[in-house]
């Protein structure tokens, strides 16, 4: 039988195994849900558990599928218009590992930006790439950070007609998506190939209003995070494949050799009816969606110390918005970004996605309802007129980060031959190391690179502020991990 865009293969074996209240003697030891903790499932109940099985024949096997999950897999490819699709269970973590470990051979050479996600960081890792890095260029006034443009692009390939690929992350936390049009055209001209996160949108295909996707400009490679806009269950990705330069047989070594061999069927159902759902009724849920979303935007635009990111604002050549996400900066209400994450859940039973020391990232999907954006409106406007004190004057900066990378980024993370140095006598040493301040979640330090004036400074400056440094492994930035 053919099937079509409503079906959902994967789903549907799964529910009709579990409906069949099968006795278990296979993994995993609760049975059936039989060995949870009552706590647990007296809040559950029971029904779920029948969905968490292991691999035999009735549901198939990811690491070699032949009948419901190689046609969810299909089905999941034509729906966004790629070759193959590989359903994930880590996450579009592994997605952006696979991604490189496919493309690259140890010592290729890949272009990307360092607002790049930690994940892609491991894969330059352990796939022994040099990264090419792009700084990232800041936007003070809004408080937020751009991915690489499609003239960064062009120079880059032009100035390194050596790299491989091009790597690049859109829509990023902000929703704000790179030109993607223009990019492909450029890494066909030069014949490299196009890589992108996209993990923030599987949902951009499906709406006229969305920002243009990698799928649909046919990258060679793209990740989606199913779980992060669309309903499926935290860690369901899809990794697409389209590539002519790329040897599908090694993606499908790749995927098989970074995902487990307990995948959790609940979550693989679930990436197949998010996608049947995307697919059926996506244009009019983020018609929706987009249209309170945009309301709230106008109503969170009238306050006079809050401020909600605009596609007016960010539209360019270059640059475009996804309209579901809500940026919203609250510098001037006095408080940092934390702060009114910290309020909006303990006062008003709201939690955002994520927020830093200027902004507030709330992310809708495919769950959100009209009365959650009034619920969140309402508690930023009360928020508002609740505080409105001294403002902030420490801004997002960046320093020139280092573009020098002496040392294969994998050697030098896996090098014995390191020493921790004081911070102050770090200059010209080699990372060893990566260090992430957060606020703005980028790198400064990366393994292999030759570490600069700058990058000291700026890293001494910060211990003055309460930022969080993440990769630091004693309680201070006083001293840091070089080769020897
Ligand atoms: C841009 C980006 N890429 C990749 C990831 C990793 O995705 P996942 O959480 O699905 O592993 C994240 C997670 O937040 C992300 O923000």
């Given at each position: 039988m053919r099937l079509t865009q409503n079906d959902t293969p994967l789903l549907d074996t799964l529910l009709k195994h579990a409906q069949n209240r099968v006795t278990s003697?296979?993994?995993?030891?609760?049975k059936n849900g039989a060995g949870i903790l009552s706590k647990l499932r007296n809040f559950t109940?029971?029904?779920?558990?029948?969905?968490d099985v292991t691999v035999f024949p009735e549901v198939d096997s990811l690491h070699d599928p032949v009948s419901c999950i190689k046609s969810a897999q299909e089905l999941a490819a034509k729906a966004y218009g790629s070759k193959n699709a590989f359903f994930l269970v880590n996450g579009s973590t592994v997605g952006n590992i696979a991604m490189l470990m496919s493309a690259c051979d140890p010592g290729d050479s890949v272009i990307l930006s360092r607002t790049c996600h930690k994940s892609v960081l491991a894969g330059i890792i352990v796939s022994g790439v040099w990264p090419i890095w792009v700084q990232p260029k800041v936007d003070q006034e809004r408080d937020v950070i751009y991915e690489i443009s499609s003239e960064e692009v062009e120079h880059y390939i032009k100035n390194y007609p050596e790299a491989k690929a091009v790597f690049l992350t859109s829509p990023n936390y902000n929703g704000i998506c790179t030109d993607l049009i223009k990019i492909q055209e450029i890494c066909r001209k030069y014949n490299k190939i196009l890589l992108v996160d996209e993990a923030h949108g599987p949902h951009l295909k499906f709406h006229k209003d969305l920002p243009v996707s990698a799928a649909e400009v046919n990258a060679d490679m793209f990740v989606h995070s199913m779980h992060k806009v669309l309903s499926a269950l935290s860690q369901g990705s899809i990794l697409h494949f389209n590539s002519d330069k790329i040897d599908i047989a090694r993606v499908r070594r790749v995927v098989s050799m970074l995902q487990t061999t307990s995948p959790n069927y609940f979550i693989l159902a679930s990436i197949d009816a998010a996608r049947m759902q995307v697919v059926k009724y996506g244009a009019k849920v983020f018609d929706k969606i987009i249209k309170y979303c945009e309301q709230a935007r106008n109503e969170i635009n009238r306050l006079h110390n809050i401020f909600c990111l605009t596609r007016g604002e960010i539209k360019s050549k270059y640059y475009d918005l996804d309209l579901t996400k809500l940026t919203i900066n609250v510098t001037k209400t006095g408080l940092t970004g934390y702060k009114v994450e910290e309020i909006l859940a303990s006062e008003y039973k709201i939690q955002v996605d994520c927020a830093d020391m200027f902004n507030l990232v709330a992310i809708t999907g495919y769950g959100t309802s009209k009365e959650d954006i009034e619920k969140l409106v309402e508690a930023i406007v009360d928020i508002s007129k609740k505080y409105s004190g001294e403002y902030e004057t420490w801004k997002l900066k960046l320093p020139?980060?280092?573009?020098?990378?002496?040392?294969?980024p994998r050697d030098a993370f896996f090098s014995m031959n390191v020493k921790r140095v004081p911070l102050s006598k770090a200059v010209g040493c080699i990372s060893a190391q990566t260090l992430t301040p957060?606020?703005?979640?980028?790198?400064i330090l990366t393994p292999g690179e030759r570490i600069t004036k700058d990058a000291v400074e700026y890293l001494q400056e910060l211990t003055s502020y309460t930022v969080r440094v993440s990769g630091q492994e004693s309680d201070n930035l006083k001293t840091v991990k070089v080769i020897k």
């Open positions: 003697f296979h993994t995993p030891g609760h109940k029971r029904n779920v558990y029948y969905l020139p980060l280092a573009t020098e990378v002496v040392m294969l957060y606020p703005p979640g980028l790198p």
